[in-house]
């Protein structure tokens, strides 16, 4: 017999149901406590509770039980409340039967015989913490209107997990299982949110309209489909969803958003009896029969993901107005990529993979974005080619190639750094002879590279003629840089190291001359392309005593091997991508002009330098191998103008050990300029092409660093430094530090 108490009365066994029913208003201001009918308190045992009633509230708390052959639970009037923290059991009927407006708040099991919870009136809100069982039925089961489901605990069915009619929100966090059916079957859900997992023996959710979809969790479909709807205004899945038949079926989908896994075992992994104006996928759609098929025209598809069919095409579509894609297409052997009744813009972006054949009818432009290379066929229809960001194209037919040139692009920049480099590096030794870094006007000429110096027949601080009348160097130098994408081309990222010897004498004190020779490797990698280049320099120096500071020059030449790889997307060779290679040779010339001139400013020390460079590349043409649609590209030349300004302070330490720090920070502005030559001729499909690599022209920015010498004695000293430099087009950075040894 339950204990009737006339005061009102709650307790919660956590604070996620105090919570809960704040949130979904179970508990206010307005409740009415004095119409309370039963609680069952902990270690007692009772059989079947009616709550008859207006705004009557039922409590079992941890360790109270309900037990009854019919139902536990009786709640026959509007604005009823159950809290059950114990056990709620029905042998042969429902554990709980809500006739009215209800609310009901499980934190511990109900179980019914037929049904877990039962109700047949509107308004209903359920939020579970615990378990609820259907025996022979449904875990819940709700035919009416506006009703609020909250699940972070276990609900199951023999049939469904859950069944409804009309829901207001479903927001399930723990599982719900239908042993037999479906996970979870309504006519019309408002808004769904699922975090946890659904699964049914048939469909893991099934419900006629959906408002608001969405799925970070599992939804299963063991012999049926995943999600099987009608009417969706929008979806959202980034959970998986899987169906033995097919993943996700709709009649109409207002918006999809797919960026978790869908899967159709053996059937569709997304199908469409009807329209999808916003179809995107950034995740992985999979199907037996075709990943996607959308059957009436529509607006935009974009696709970043991957979407395939094992057995089928990967994409069947009635008319969509834009199809974006920078994912992966496959179809099974011999099915197409793409059938579509037609397309108006097909975009193909970088990072665009397309197995299968083309089957588009109507007219279809096509446009391309920098960093793809592709080699389409279509089979139907008429194609027009569209933007192509600048590159190269051809089109014979149904074929049409385009051929990215990214890292065309970047060869007046690996020819800045190679030479920058090679300048820095005799510069140092120039330094080094004038007296050493914070002594001589010329101690800190402009590099922006890792610059190393060891050196042998110094006469360390002198900048006289005295000691040996040829000295022995070395230094090693190398940058790394990301470019920015732009319009024309895409990102990359390159870097290059080389070393280099030299030796000098001098016919003056006040006038000195060297040669020198090296070597360097560089590589670009902008993701679908790579070049790698071999560079044997050599070139001479000198340095004069001029208007009170110094003036440098440096003359460079040399040779350069390039090997490069460009990946292209062709959607008929296996795996969707050929590679085409080009083995080519260039030369190259640098010469260099750079004034050094100290200034006292308060008292301080400062330096200023001037530089100027010119730089000329030129390219042998080539032929591609290892690709069905090669281009062909003839000589061409890259010119360079580079001046350069910085301002420096240099500082010197002198320790009681006779060791001495030297410092320089410095900062300052930097341009480069591509003039001449900047059009390029090859072929294409046995057609001449002409055009000119993207970047840009001009380029200018700011750079700041800091360099250090530590000098123990005449025959050792340690050095270090950094710079950062950022422009228009990229960021660069640079260290360097080495031992230079006198001999």
């Given amino acids: 017999m339950a204990t009737i108490h006339y005061a009102w009365r709650l307790c919660f066994s956590n604070s996620v149901a105090i919570g809960a029913l704040l949130a979904f208003g179970v508990l206010t201001s307005a409740d009415h406590a004095s119409a309370q009918s039963f609680v069952v308190q902990s270690g007692q045992t009772v059989g079947q509770q009616v709550m008859n009633n207006p705004f009557d509230t039922g409590l ?3 360790g109270g039980t309900i037990i009854d052959s019919d139902n536990a639970v009786d709640m026959n009037d509007n604005d009823q409340t159950l809290i059950n923290n114990g056990t709620i059991t029905s042998t042969a009927n429902d554990g709980v039967f809500a006739r009215k407006r209800s609310r009901i708040v499980n934190n511990g099991t109900i179980t019914g015989d037929d049904s877990g919870i039962d109700s ?7 939020i579970n913490n615990g378990t609820i069982i259907g025996v022979t039925r449904h875990g819940i089961e709700i035919d009416g209107d506006g009703i609020t489901i909250v699940n972070s605990g276990a609900v199951t069915g023999a049939n469904n997990g859950m069944e409804f009619s009309d829901v207001l929100l479903i927001d399930n966090s723990g599982t719900v299982t239908g042993t037999t059916r479906d996970g979870l079957s309504s006519s019309d859900i408002e808004t769904f949110r699922n975090t946890g997992t659904i699964a049914g023996n048939d469909n893991g959710l099934s419900a006629i309209d959906f408002g608001s979809f969405f799925n970070a969790g599992t939804i299963t479909g063991t012999n049926g489909g995943g999600v099987d709807g009608r009417d969706f205004m929008s979806f959202n899945n980034t959970g998986a969803i899987t169906g033995m038949f097919i993943g996700v079926n709709a009649e109409d989908i207002g918006t999809f958003s797919n960026t978790g896994t869908i899967t159709g075992q053996n059937g569709y992994g997304v199908f469409v009896d009807g329209a999808a104006p916003i179809f995107f996928n950034s995740g992985t759609i999979t199907g037996f029969d075709p990943g996607v098929l959308v059957d009436d025209p529509s607006v935009s598809f974009v696709n970043t993901g991957v979407i395939s069919s094992s057995n089928d095409d990967a994409v069947q579509i009635d008319t969509y107005q834009t199809f974006t894609n920078s994912g992966t297409l496959i179809a099974a052997a011999g099915n197409d990529a793409i059938r579509a009744a037609g397309i108006d813009t097909l975009t193909l972006l970088e990072g665009s993979n397309i197995q299968g054949g083309l089957s588009i009818g109507g007219t279809t432009t096509l446009v391309t974005g920098p960093g793809l290379s592709v080699d389409l066929t279509f089979n139907s229809g008429t194609q027009a080619i569209g933007s192509t960001s600048g590159n190269p194209f051809a089109q014979a037919g149904r074929n049409i190639v385009v051929a990215d040139t990214t890292n065309m692009t970047l060869q007046d920049d690996l020819l800045a750094d190679l030479t920058g480099g090679i300048s820095g590096g005799v510069r140092n030794r120039l330094s080094a002879l004038g007296g050493g870094m914070g002594e001589s006007s010329s101690a800190y000429a402009a590099s922006p590279y890792l610059t190393g110096y060891f050196g042998a027949g110094d006469d360390a601080g002198s900048g006289t003629s005295g000691g040996s009348d040829t000295r022995f160097w070395g230094s090693s130098f190398g940058t790394i840089r990301h470019q920015f994408d732009s319009d024309d081309a895409s990102d990359a990222t390159f870097g290059q190291a080389g070393l280099m010897f030299g030796a000098d004498g001098w016919t003056s004190g006040d006038a000195r001359f060297g040669i020198f020779a090296g070597a360097a490797l560089a590589g670009i990698d902008s993701g679908a392309q790579e070049t790698k280049t071999d560079s044997y ?19 460079t030449a040399g040779f350069s091997g390039n090997d490069q790889d460009r990946d292209v997307a062709n959607n008929l060779v296996p795996g969707g991508i050929e590679t085409a290679n080009a083995d080519y040779d260039g030369w190259f010339v640098a010469p260099e002009l750079t004034y050094t001139h100290p200034y006292e400013i308060a008292g301080r020390t400062f330096e200023a330098a001037a530089t ?25 030349a890259v010119h360079l103008a580079t001046p350069r300004m910085q301002l420096g302070m240099p500082g010197v330490i002198e320790h009681e050990t006779g060791a001495v720090t030297r410092t320089l920070a410095y900062a300052g502005i930097e341009m480069r300029a591509q003039f001449g030559g900047d059009t390029v001729t090859g072929s294409i499909l046995a057609q001449a092409v002409t055009f ?9 920015g700011i750079f700041a660093g800091g360099r250090f010498e530590q000098v123990w004695n005449e025959a050792l000293a340690l050095f270090g430094g950094f ?6 087009a990229g960021l660069q950075a640079s260290t360097q530090g080495g031992v230079r040894v006198r001999f």
């Fill in 723 to 728: 710079e950062v430099m950022l422009d228009t």
């Fill in 692 to 700: 000119t690599p993207g970047g840009d022209d001009v380029t200018g």
């Fill in 537 to 555: 320099f050599g070139g001479l120096y000198g340095q004069w005593a001029f208007g009170g500071g110094t003036l440098d020059a440096v003359l």
């Fill in 120 to 126: 047949s009136f509107d308004d209903v809100t359920i």
């Fill in 60 to 62: 079992v708390e941890t």
């Fill in 612 to 636: 100027l460079r010119y730089a000329g590349l030129f390219l042998d043409g080539y032929t591609e191998t290892g690709v069905t649609s090669p281009m062909t590209v003839a000589d061409r």
